[in-house]
T-cell receptor, first 114, second 117 residues
Framework: AQSVAQPEDQVNVAEGNPLTVKCTYS??????LFWYVQYPNRGLQFLLK??????LVKGSYGFEAEFNKSQTSFHLKKPSALVSDSALYFC????????????FGKGNQVVVIP | DTGVSQNPRHKITKRGQNVTFRCDPI?????LYWYRQTLGQGPEFLTY????????KSRLLSDRFSAERPKGSFSTLEIQRTEQGDSAMYLC???????????????FGAGTRLSVL
């Protein structure tokens, strides 16, 4: 079964500094990988996905993520963090040869300090 | 608003009561998913529909839980004889699946927060 690990509970970063949120995955085949963001009392908003092709994926709001097959990682990055980026970030994986469910990590709280 | 809509947003009930939640997916989406999210955790898959057919159920979906999507549009999730452990956020998502290896993106609603007293 597929699974995701997000090793850090909270990521603190100063406004304007680079932001990285880590994610590693486990899946039997080639993974479909996703990042979502959740603001308080809101649903999950899709940020970006990796299906195939270029390992560097660009998404919404200036976010990007790099797929690294050898390290089974899909870290989320943003070159310059904004205070409005403070939210809960979830990495998710789907095994395209298996079922249709997404397996989510436990999430990372990102706090951008003004 | 053309996103995924869930009602009610909040539900408070007493232990032992039955509750029902509704999800209206994005109109052209043929797949609909239910997830449960507890505090400090990521969403956990419960079940999914392709059109009106329920194709997959998680072992988390005990016999007190039932989901329907009778006309392939909106879906309901019913919990019978609620327990305090059912307190969670129930999230609905929908996607448009095309082809065998659908590279679909699941779009989520705002969720229904259930509190069982």
């Amino acid at each position: 079964a597929q699974s995701v690990a997000q090793p850090e509970d909270q990521v603190n970063v100063a406004e304007g500094n680079p932001l990285t949120v880590k994610c590693t995955y486990s899946v039997s085949g080639n993974p479909y990988l996703f990042w979502y963001v959740q603001y308080p009392n809101r649903g999950l908003q899709f940020l970006l996905k990796y299906i195939t092709g270029d390992n560097l994926v660009k998404g919404s709001y200036g976010f990007e993520a790099e797929f690294n097959k050898s390290q089974t990682s899909f870290h989320l990055k943003k070159p310059s963090a904004l205070v409005s980026d403070s939210a809960l970030y979830f990495c998710a994986v789907r095994d395209p040869e298996g079922n249709n469910r997404l397996a989510f990590g436990k999430g990372n709280q990102v706090v951008v300090i003004p | 608003d053309t996103g995924v809509s869930q009602n009610p947003r909040h539900k408070i009930t007493k232990r032992g009561q039955n509750v029902t939640f509704r999800c209206d997916p994005i109109s052209e989406h043929n797949r609909l998913y239910w997830y449960r999210q507890t505090l400090g955790q990521g969403p956990e898959f419960l079940t999914y529909f392709q059109n009106e057919a329920q194709l997959e159920k998680s072992r988390l979906l005990s016999d007190r839980f039932s989901a329907e999507r009778p006309k392939g549009s909106f879906s309901t999730l019913e919990i019978q004889r609620t327990e305090q452990g059912d307190s969670a956020m129930y999230l609905c998502a929908s996607s448009l699946a095309q082809g065998r290896l659908a590279k679909n993106i699941q779009y989520f609603g705002a969720g229904t927060r259930l509190s069982v007293l």
